[in-house]
């Protein structure tokens, strides 16, 4: 007997490190795998810089300054070298600045414009999922980060400490918000007491110190913004709902708003967040190949909640600790923006995210043009934004038109409307494409009536965001590269590529490919292909098979359960698809199934045509009934028509009709007895007195059969 259980395998997201060696079992899970940067953790993952690339940066400010005052904004071909094409965007695009302390920024308005951008979008999410938004303190007593030991231990490396206010040393020290499961525990203890306080769901946006030793603007700086869930629930099945929940929003964000294909799914036990249970992510592949962690969402179970105490009371009136999660969306996603749409010009934003949709740029050479041309541009301005766009004039007059297309290319404004002297004439526009350079992305003769021009700027910014996307997918797609082998998996990283392959190897494995590769595993991605593992029971006799088919089905999922479980697997079902029993025992079964199907047959068949042959003479009985009934009116009709007595002795009276009658119905009996003979023709006495020694017969022996029951 052979039995096929289906299961889902895992695909896992590597830095460069090394592939795990893999199990004798055929089970596999899929690991996205990325390319190797420099020693170090923080150097496999875009949230990373170059050694030196700080020093290179503050020895730049200043030349930055200057180049900010020349009409040359020159950006480092992303080519020639990534990171510096990145920082040199972030500068001539005024996103962000360095602060005065190193590791720390300064957000400009422009990228602070994509930052409320996403929180917009979010906010609305989550309070469509039933969360509040709150705010809590961002000092931290030392004692409660203590509570956690995985949680202290996770981050002590990175915690800002503070030891003296006021002058004065303080008695205990304050740690500046890593993040703040520690104080919300201490908070929900105090607010939650029953059932009836769960679920408890909050959210807030804040600022985080994280005392990072390598920094890079957006993607890892010593303080960043973010939004942190924290909810509480009376069971781990609702824990791991929201948790899910909120990885979903979060992919559903990338993929809608920011048009970059991320891939969702598990971290590793080695990669899950100190105090936490499981760990959820978005993997994001960056225009240098380079992963980008982009959100996470943390199952916490109980280790919180056990720490700190927090219980409640079931309804059973029993006390129990609440189950909880957080997840969290960081400023980093800025980063991840530019970083996955951007070209040698600079930025390329997606138009939903994008501070700025449509920019108009008003064209004039003489005085007296310059009026009407401008005229024109407020009209256009003044549509679009009542269309609900965000639209940005350039009437300035220091700058060319043609620095003015390159500076808002540079800025990733998704369309530009140009407006001139001849435009005005004609009462129509010039449309140019942020994401399709040069002439193929430049339309001309776009009408100014409102209802085409709205119509129109509109379908071109959806054009736009679904060209973004796709071209990221496109991109992710062919970088990311199948392999089954530890020496494939190598080889793939050497190339700066994605790895994707089967994982089931322990903790220490997975260090030892980070060490010897620089590769490290992302996430067990949540979409994963098929397993089938066939299994054979040669000892179970053909009918066992069939009748304990389940119970072998529940033990073969539960031993599975016990292999698999440390590696992350989730046995979703088992099934029995397939019996395959000896040649001759199949060719015997095959004839005892023929036997048996041929005497149901036989049986039915019989059955059938009993059915048939009773049915055929009820009929034939009705019919002759109904038929003597109708022969009966007949007879009768006529004799009350002739006025005849009823008893038989009457029938002498009135000799003539009595004969007529009596003879119609011999000869109605004779065509019944031809009609049902197999003989052609029927004889019966003929002459000038037949008919009435027929009828005399007939007569008699009703005379005699009446006098005889008299008598009687």
Same mark, same amino acid.
């Given at each position: ?36 940067? #420099?020693?170090? !953790? ?22 930055? +300054? ?39 920024? +300064? ?5 602070? #414009? ?188 109980? *280790? ?65 043009? $310059? ?85 129109? &700027? ?16 496109? !991109?992710?797609?062919? *970088? ?61 006799? &053909? ?13 073969? $999922? ?78 009768? #009709? ?14 002498? +009276? ?8 009596? +003879? ?49």
């Amino acid at each position: 007997m052979v039995s096929s259980l289906r299961l889902p395998t895992l695909t896992s997201l590597f830095s460069p490190s090394s592939f795990a060696r893999r199990s004798t079992v055929t089970l596999r899970r899929r690991l996205h795998l990325r390319p190797p940067l #420099a020693a170090g !953790f923080s150097a496999q993952s875009a949230a990373s810089s170059p050694t030196g690339t700080e020093d290179r940066v503050e020895g730049k400010k200043s030349s930055r +300054v200057q180049e900010r005052a020349n009409t040359d904004r020159v950006i480092t071909p992303r080519s020639q070298d990534f990171n510096a094409w990145y920082l040199d965007v972030i500068a001539n695009a005024e996103l962000a600045d360095y602060g005065p302390v190193r590791g720390t920024m +300064v957000i400009r308005p422009y990228g602070y #414009a994509i930052w409320e951008a996403i929180q917009d979008y979010l906010n609305v999410k989550f309070k469509e999922t039933g969360h509040s938004n709150m705010y809590f303190p961002q000092f931290i007593p030392y004692s409660f980060i203590e509570k956690e030991a995985s949680h202290v231990e996770g981050f002590s490396p990175e915690l800002a400490l503070v030891t003296i206010g006021g002058g004065k040393e303080l008695e205990e020290k304050l740690v500046v918000r890593p993040t703040s499961e520690t104080i919300v525990n201490h908070m929900f203890t105090q607010w939650i007491h029953s059932y009836r306080d769960l679920p408890l769901m909050i959210n807030q946006w804040a600022n985080v110190t994280r005392w990072e030793m390598r920094t890079k603007p957006f993607v890892r700086t010593l303080e960043f913004l973010w939004q942190e869930g924290h909810t509480a629930h009376a069971t781990p099945e609702e824990a791991e709902e929201e948790a899910l929940q909120m990885i979903d929003v979060y992919t559903k964000f990338a993929y809608e708003q920011a048009a970059i294909p991320v891939i969702p799914g598990r971290k590793s036990k080695v990669e899950t967040f100190a105090g936490a249970d499981k760990t959820y992510t978005i993997e994001a592949m960056m225009g240098d190949r380079k992963a980008l962690q982009a959100g996470t969402s943390h199952n916490l179970g109980q *280790n919180f909640s056990r720490a700190f105490g927090t219980q409640f009371t079931d309804e059973n009136g029993q006390r129990q600790h609440v189950w909880q999660t957080s997840w969290a969306i960081s400023t980093r996603f800025v980063g991840g923006i530019i970083m996955t749409h951007g070209d040698d010009t600079g930025l390329m934003l997606p138009p939903r995210i994008a501070p700025v949709q449509v920019v108009i740029v008003p064209i004039w050479k003489k005085a007296d043009e $310059k009026t009407g041309v401008l005229n024109a541009a407020s009209s256009v301005a003044e549509i679009l934004k009542t269309a609900g766009l965000k639209v940005k004039l350039d009437d300035t007059e220091q700058r060319t038109p043609g620095w003015k297309f390159n500076f808002w290319e540079m800025k990733g404004v998704p369309l530009r409307i140009e407006i001139g002297p001849r435009d005005v004439s004609s009462g129509s526009v010039v449309i140019s494409r942020r994401d399709i350079p040069g002439k193929q992305g430049k339309v001309f003769g776009i009408s100014m009536e409102p209802s085409i021009l709205e119509a129109y &700027v509109k379908d071109r910014l959806d054009e736009i965001q679904s060209s973004l996307l796709e071209r990221a997918i496109s !991109f992710r797609d062919s *970088n990311i590269v199948d392999v089954s082998s530890y020496e494939e998996l190598k080889e793939v990283i050497s190339l700066g590529k994605w790895a994707r392959g089967p994982w089931s190897a322990s903790d220490a494995d997975e260090l030892r490919v980070k060490e010897e590769t620089g590769a490290t595993i992302r996430c067990y991605p949540f979409e994963q292909p098929q397993v089938v593992i066939r299994a054979s029971a040669p000892k179970l006799n &053909v009918d066992d098979v069939f009748e304990q088919k389940n119970e072998i089905a529940k033990a073969v $999922k539960e031993e599975l359960e016990k292999a698999m479980s440390a590696y992350g697997y989730e046995i979703v079902q088992t099934l029995i698809v397939d019996i395959e029993p000896d040649e001759h025992v199949k060719r015997a079964m095959n004839e005892i199934n023929a036997a048996a199907r041929l005497r149901v047959a036989a049986k039915e068949k019989a059955e059938a045509e009993k059915i048939l042959q009773i049915k055929r003479a009820e009929g034939e009985a009705e019919s002759k009934y109904l038929s003597g009934v109708g022969i009966a009116r007949q007879r009768q #009709a006529i004799v009350d028509g002739l006025t005849l007595r009823d008893s038989v002795v009457g029938f002498s +009276v009135n000799v003539p009709v009595m004969d007529m009658v009596l +003879v119609t119905h011999y000869f109605d009996t004779m065509k019944e007895i031809g009609a049902a003979s197999k003989s052609s023709a029927v004889f019966i006495p003929h002459g000038p007195v037949a008919v009435r020694d027929v009828a005399t017969q007939i007569r008699d022996g009703l005379l005699q059969a009446d006098s005889t029951v008299a008598t009687i």
